[in-house]
C-alpha cells in the first residue's frame, strides 16, 4: 500500500457488528465477559478500547512499523520513553528541542537520577564524545523547533547501534509522509499527535511506534501502568484527521515554500529558518532523508527588536497567534515568550533563538491570502 491509500485505510475495517465504516467511538470503560478471563480481547480501556487499537494500527502502519501505542499527550508518550530508563542512566538529547520536552527532562526526571546532555547535533559526530557506559538512549528531533536544523537521522542511528544504545525521533514536525525514521534505523518514534497527525487543532495526542516486539510489550506495560491513555472521541477525530494527512501535508509544503522564499526577499526580514532552501547547513541531508521541506519556517527581523516582533504578531490576521502547529490553519509563535520560555535565556541565545525570532505554522489556506498577510503585518 502506497502513502496516502495508507492513510485512509491501515487499521481501518468495516464495524463487525454492523458494517459501519468508519470506526465506531467505543465510549466503554469496560467490557462484559462471559465467564472470568473468557472475553473478546477488551478487558478494561485503560488497557485496550477498539477505537484507540484502530488508530495505533493507522498511526503504525504510516511510519512502517509493526506497533503502535497512543497517549493523551505528546509529552505523555515521551514521559513513558523515558520510564523505560533506571537511575543512574544517561540520554544524550537534541540541544535545540521542544520546551515541554526539555522541561520534562530538566525538572522530572533529572530528579530521580537519569542525567541528560544536551548536544548540538547538526554535526552528529559531536554526539560521540558524550557516550559513556551508562548512555542508554539518544533522543533527537528533526526539523527541530524552532531553529529548524536537520540532524542526520541514519548517521545518528549507526552511532546509536555501534555503541547498543536506543534511539528515538521525535517525528511530529515531518510526520511519516515526510520522513520514516525507523527505516533510517531508529528504534522509536515519537509524535505530538496533537500537531500534523490530528490536524484540526482541536485534540491533545501523544504516540509511539516501534518494529521490536520487546520493547513494544514494555511500553504498552507502562501504557496500562501509567494510564496516560487517550479517549475514544479523541482517538475517531483522529482518525478522522488522518485520512487526508497525505493531502494536507503537500499543501503545507507547497505553502511553506512560497512563503520561506518570499520572507527571504523581504526588506525588513534578517534571517529566514528552513530546510528546503539550498545554503540551510544541513540541506543535503534535508534532501536525502525527507521527501519535501514542509511547512514549519521560523524567521527573525533586522535589528532584533522584541516589540517590533510583537507588532508583527498582534498585525497579522490569519496567523493567528497561538501555542501549537501542525493544524489546517496558519499559526505564529513567540518561541522566547511562548513554546521556549522554559529554556533558560544564555540557552536560547546559544541556538539562536533571539528575540524578535517569530515561528511560523504555514497553513493549507490559499497562499495569496497568507502572502496578503504577511506583506500588511511586516508593513
Ligand atoms: C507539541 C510538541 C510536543 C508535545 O506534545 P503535546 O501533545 O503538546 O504534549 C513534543 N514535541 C514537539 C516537537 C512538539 O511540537
Not at 535545540?96 to 559526530?125: C, P, Q
Not at 485534540?203 to 520493547?215: P, R, S, Y
Amino acid at each position: 500500500m502506497k502513502f496516502g491509500t495508507k492513510a485512509i485505510h491501515a487499521g481501518v475495517e468495516p464495524d463487525p457488528s454492523t458494517g459501519a465504516i468508519m470506526t465506531p467511538i467505543f465510549q466503554t470503560s469496560t467490557y462484559v465477559q462471559a465467564s472470568p478471563g473468557n472475553h473478546k480481547g477488551f478487558e478494561y480501556s485503560r488497557t485496550q478500547n477498539p477505537t484507540r487499537s484502530a488508530l495505533q494500527k493507522s498511526i503504525a502502519a504510516l511510519e512502517g512499523g509493526k506497533h503502535g501505542l497512543c497517549y493523551s499527550s505528546g509529552l505523555a508518550a515521551i514521559d513513558a520513553v523515558i520510564k523505560l530508563l533506571n537511575q543512574g542512566d544517561e540520554v544524550i538529547v537534541t540541544n535545540d528541542l521542544y520546551g515541554g520536552t526539555y522541561r520534562l527532562f530538566t525538572k522530572i526526571y533529572a530528579k530521580f537520577g537519569i542525567k541528560f546532555h544536551f548536544v548540538d547535533m547538526e554535526d552528529i559526530a559531536n554526539i560521540e564524545s558524550y557516550i559513556t557506559d551508562k548512555t542508554k538512549l539518544l533522543w533527537l528531533e528533526t526539523p527541530t523547533n524552532p531553529m529548524m536544523n536537520i540532524i542526520d537521522i541514519a548517521g545518528a542511528a549507526s552511532i546509536a547501534k555501534k555503541h547498543s544504545i536506543r534511539l528515538a525521533v521525535d517525528n511530529t514536525f515531518a510526520t511519516p509522509y515526510l520522513q520514516q525514521p525507523l527505516e533510517l534505523g531508529a528504534d522509536i518514534v515519537m509524535h505530538s499527535v496533537t500537531k500534523y497527525l490530528g490536524g484540526h487543532s482541536d485534540v491533545i495526542m501523544g504516540a509511539l511506534v516501534v518494529n521490536d516486539d520487546q520493547l513494544a510489550e514494555d511500553l504498552a506495560f507502562i501504557q496500562k501502568s501509567s494510564g496516560a491513555v487517550p479517549g475514544p472521541q479523541d482517538c475517531f477525530l483522529v482518525l478522522r484527521g488522518i485520512k487526508t494527512l497525505h493531502l494536507r501535508m503537500q499543501r503545507h509544503c507547497e505553502n511553506g515554500r512560497v512563503i520561506a522564499e518570499y520572507l527571504r526577499s523581504h526588506p525588513k526580514v534578517d534571517k529566514v529558518y528552513w530546510p528546503g532552501f539550498e545554503d540551510h547547513p544541513n540541506h543535503l541531508i534535508a534532501k536525502t532523508q525527507m521527501k519535501d521541506f514542509g511547512g514549519m519556517i521560523s524567521f527573525t527581523l533586522k535589528g532584533n527588536d522584541k516589540s517590533e516582533a510583537f507588532k508583527v504578531m498582534e498585525n497579522f490576521h490569519y496567523f493567528s497567534l497561538a501555542e501549537s502547529l501542525g493544524g489546517v490553519e496558519s499559526m505564529s509563535n513567540h518561541p522566547a515568550s511562548m513554546t521556549h520560555a522554559s529554556v533558560p535565556f544564555d540557552e536560547r541565545q546559544k541556538i539562536g533563538l533571539v528575540d524578535s525570532l517569530i515561528r511560523l505554522s504555514v497553513g493549507i489556506e490559499d497562499v495569496e491570502d497568507l502572502i496578503g498577510d504577511l506583506k500588511m503585518a511586516l508593513g
